[in-house]
Each structure stands twice: as C-alpha cells, then as structure tokens.
C-alpha cells in the first residue's frame, strides 16, 4: 500500500501522523491509512464538524430559499481542513484519500466517484437545456416567484431522467387514502338499502287503492 516502507514492512508515517490524545488503532483492509484512529473524544470533533459541513451545502436549502455560493462551499472545505488540523497536528500522510483531497491531489480514476465528476456540465428544464447566453425568463416567463427544479448533466449528454411526479411516500399516502375511500363507501354502501325502500308500503302512494282492488302484495321492482 502507499504508506507501507516494502523493504522493513512499516508505515514510515505512523509515528509521525499521531492524532491528538491517543490513537485507538483500527486497521486498514485496504492500507490507504495508517490505522491509528483518532480516539472517541476527537473523532466527535471530526463527525461534528463533519455534519455542519454537510447542512451547510445540503439540498435542503431550496426549502427555505438559501442560495449555494461556491464561498459557502470554500467555508465547509476549510471547516473540515481545521478540524482535520486540530485532530492531527502533523497532518495526516499524503497518501490519506482526505489528505489528498484537500491538496487537490486525490486521484479519483477507475473509481465510483468518478463517475460524480463533471468538468463541463449543462443545466436542463422539462427536458430543454438551459443554454448559458439565455435568461431563465427565456423559459420560465417573467413571474419572479416562479419555482423551477434543474438537474446538472455532463456537457453533450442527453437529457437526465425527469423528477418522479410524487415520491414514494406520498404514493402510500394516497394508496392508504384511497383504500380508507372505498372502506367508508363499502360501510355506507352496506348500511344504506339503496332504492329498496322504494319496495316499501309506507312509499306506496297507491298502496290504499290497491288494497281496496285486493293487489296490495304486489312489488314492482328488479328481484
């Protein structure tokens, strides 16, 4: 692996890139860190500041209209850098896939993330590229409180897949609702005789008539 010194068998690095309070060694399967472990303390630190960093570039600040800048983006990268630093003063190894990120320098090549890449990326609408010398005007119409939802595809590349027009749980919502539907229709159904009351003799207007005739049991109706 990267750290590991092939004549001696020893990470040239694990003594120097110590985390701060005690290392809880923690091998590596894959040998792309040196197994020592930040202990629990610090690695709170690490995940803390880890979960700022995601909500501060999480998509969930379309709902309360937040605008992603790339500072806001530069802010959280810094965040994680400090905290790094405060974890491991000394850094950790250059071969360290974080470490490596933060130097610019990970060689994501062969891998899944790769794939997430996009050095050239065109914006799409309702299956319409959105092209850069245009306005959104141009598609959307002059309504400033007009919401719309893009989706960033590779430059070239064909129009992505479009939003689903309800998520899974509102599908069960409306399934559940639905069937709570045909249940109370099923009750009054069952409840209600419908237009048999129309069999009945109080709702016979003829009903003295036809005694007098002696055809008083006669019943119109389907049987």
């Avoid at 472990?37 to 960093?53: F, G, I, R, S, W």
């Avoid at 993330?113 to 590229?129: F, N, P, R, V």
């Avoid at 719309?148 to 064909?158: E, F, P, R």
């Amino acid at each position: 692996s990267s750290g590991i010194n092939a004549e001696y068998g020893k990470d040239e690095y694990a003594s120097i890139c110590v985390p701060q309070g005690g290392s809880v060694e923690c091998e590596d399967p894959i040998g792309r860190r040196t197994g020592r472990a930040p202990n629990q303390a610090m690695a709170e630190v690490l995940m803390k500041t880890l979960t700022d960093a995601k909500e501060m570039v999480s998509s969930k600040l379309t709902g309360s209209n937040t605008v992603l800048t790339l500072a806001v983006v530069q802010d959280a990268l810094d965040r994680l850098k400090g905290a790094v630093m405060i974890v491991y003063p000394m850094k950790l190894p250059p071969y360290d896939p974080v470490q490596a990120e933060f130097d610019g320098q990970e060689d994501l090549s062969g891998s899944q993330a790769s794939l997430e890449i996009i050095e050239q990326g065109a914006l799409w609408w309702a299956g319409k590229e959105l092209l850069p010398e245009k306005t959104l005007s141009d598609y959307v119409g002059r309504n400033e409180k007009t919401k719309i939802i893009v989706k960033l595809s590779k430059k070239g590349a064909s129009a992505p897949g479009r939003e689903q027009l309800m998520s899974e749980e509102e599908k069960k919502q409306m399934m559940a609702w639905q069937y709570r539907k045909q249940e109370e229709m099923k009750k009054l159904h069952e409840a209600d005789d419908g237009d048999d009351y129309y069999n009945s003799p109080w709702a016979n207007s003829n009903a003295l008539k036809n005694q007098f005739h002696g055809i008083g049991n006669i019943k119109w109706g389907p049987k």
